[in-house]
């Protein structure tokens, strides 16, 4: 399947979120003419590795969304451990972005 190629400038939304106690910036970039989700950008405060693991597992889910898949095919795909109260949450920051990519998308 052929990428799907974006135009230079399209809308967008931030949203900020957590993962243990990590502050992250989700931006997701939607197609102009279907307004679906096609690329996910996400910050962080903590540096090193952490960061480079959320950009690229954004560039990951970015490409993935250009070949078709759906925000919340990739969310449902992401591992999901109980919290403290018996309820799922995501298991990792990759989770969390995938999950506000869906959200957003909906």
């Known amino acids: 399947m052929t990428r799907k190629q974006l135009p230079n400038r399209r809308p967008n939304v931030t949203v900020e979120t957590h993962w243990q106690g990590h502050a992250i ?5 939607f197609h102009p003419k279907h307004g679906t989700a096609m690329e996910v950008f996400a910050d962080t405060q903590s540096g090193g ?23 919340a095919e990739l969310a449902k795909s992401m ?14 920051p990759l989770g969390v972005i995938a999950q506000v990519v869906a959200e957003v998308d909906a």
Do not use: F, K, N, W
């Open 49 to 71: 590795q952490m960061q480079c693991a959320v950009r690229d597992g954004c560039i990951l889910a970015s490409v993935a969304l250009q070949h078709g898949a759906t925000p």
């Open 25 to 29: 910036s989700v931006t997701v970039g």
């Open 79 to 92: 591992s999901r451990v109980p919290d403290y109260t018996g309820t799922e949450r995501a298991a990792s």
